[in-house]
């Protein structure tokens, strides 16, 4: 079968290598929809993660974390639940060294590392959101533990803003988005957010910061850093905590003065869900995807598509910038 693979330079190559027919114990064989390209997989495509350079014991190297498709093999003590089922898959979530995908025909993963999706909706529009999804409720999980009342969302139109629109409305949380256009902040509202702010009107600070304060927005959801984090933290409320799980700002500094820490007592701390409670505990983690499969069929959890490309064009995948929170896909 045809599978985009890492080489040791940390390039990416497109190979002919042996389809799985068998799966082992506790994985199982997914034939491929379509796989999302994140700014993650191209992050740590050049800055690799403790351990993800190693060879998996099946001899390839398949890139990708996030993808979707249809369960076609169950390997020993796998629940029947998953024959024949549409699956989206993260399959950074459960490390295997019998994983084989999912940037491929035919992927090989452990079953916990899948979603069972409903039978009524097609599984390359939900190519690049298992993660997304896991990523917001686990942050909602980890906040209330700690005593949050609100939060606050700086990326508020990309997929992990849109979904969190619908999981602070299930858990009835009070939530701010911030975006960067009216246009953005429409269709926020159109979803079903109930405060949207952008942040090119002037003034926003002032609002923001007022609108903190009475809803006790006190956690921080950053995906974007920089330039906005700078002018966003200046107007928390009192022992606010941002967690910063992306950088859709690029490599612009965060600046704020020291005086800020100290008189606002307020935390800056990284946001991992891999880290999570949830994902840390096993029993944790198979409620936490039960509950989602009961909450996918929401079309704010749909993966955000933009242009499609076979496997053998992932260098112009790669370098295809597609409209604010749009993905390029990968289909096989």
């Known amino acids: 079968m045809k599978a985009i693979c890492v080489t040791a330079d940390r390039?990416?190559?497109?190979?002919?290598?042996?389809?799985?027919?068998?799966?082992?114990?506790?994985?199982?064989?997914?034939?491929?929809?379509?796989?999302?390209?994140?700014?993650?997989?191209?992050?740590?495509?050049?800055?690799?993660?403790?351990?993800?350079?190693?060879?998996?014991?099946?001899?390839?190297?398949?890139?990708?974390?996030?993808?979707?498709?249809?369960?076609?093999?169950?390997g020993a003590g796998v629940p029947q639940d998953y024959a024949g089922k549409q699956v989206a898959i993260y399959k950074s979530l459960v490390r295997?060294?019998?994983?084989?995908?999912?940037?491929?025909?035919?992927?090989?993963?452990?079953?916990?590392?899948?979603?069972?999706?409903?039978?009524?909706?097609r599984a390359r529009d939900y190519c690049g959101s298992f993660a997304n999804i896991l990523t917001v409720?686990?942050?909602?999980?980890?906040?209330?533990?700690?005593?949050?009342?609100?939060?606050?969302v700086t990326a508020g139109n990309s997929a992990t803003g849109r979904i969190a629109v619908s999981l602070?409305?299930?858990?009835?949380?009070?939530?701010?988005?911030?975006?960067r256009s009216n246009a953005s902040?429409?269709?926020l509202l159109g979803d079903g957010a109930t405060h949207v702010i952008d942040t090119a009107e002037t003034g926003f600070e002032g609002r923001l910061g007022d609108m903190a304060e009475r809803m006790g927005a006190t956690a921080v959801f950053d995906g974007v850093g920089g330039e906005l984090l700078s002018r966003v933290m200046p107007v928390l409320p009192m022992n606010a905590t941002v967690y910063?799980?992306?950088?859709?700002?690029?490599?612009?500094?965060?600046?704020?003065?020291?005086?800020?820490?100290?008189g606002r007592n307020l935390t800056l701390r990284r946001f991992a869900n891999l880290d999570s409670a949830i994902v840390s505990d096993p029993d944790r983690l198979a409620m936490a995807r039960r509950e989602i499969e009961g909450?996918?069929?929401?079309?704010?959890?749909?993966?955000?598509?933009?242009?499609?490309f076979p496997l053998d064009q992932i260098s112009e995948a790669m370098a295809y910038e597609a409209s604010p929170g749009a993905r390029a896909i990968l289909v096989a």
């Open 11 to 74: 390039r990416l190559q497109v190979r002919d290598i042996p389809t799985p027919t068998q799966p082992p114990p506790g994985h199982v064989l997914v034939d491929m929809a379509a796989s999302a390209i994140t700014h993650g997989d191209k992050f740590f495509l050049t800055r690799p993660l403790p351990g993800a350079a190693a060879f998996s014991s099946t001899g390839q190297d398949v890139y990708g974390a996030n993808g979707a498709g249809t369960v076609v093999a169950l």
């Open 96 to 121: 295997s060294p019998d994983s084989v995908g999912v940037w491929c025909e035919r992927a090989q993963v452990p079953y916990e590392s899948c979603l069972i999706l409903p039978d009524r909706v």
């Open 137 to 152: 409720e686990a942050f909602f999980v980890e906040t209330a533990a700690a005593g949050h009342k609100g939060i606050i």
């Open 168 to 179: 602070a409305r299930r858990h009835g949380i009070p939530a701010i988005f911030l975006v």
């Open 185 to 187: 902040r429409e269709r």
């Open 244 to 262: 910063i799980y992306g950088f859709l700002g690029g490599t612009a500094p965060i600046v704020l003065p020291t005086m800020l820490l100290l």
């Open 295 to 308: 909450w996918i069929g929401d079309p704010l959890f749909e993966t955000r598509t933009g242009r499609e």
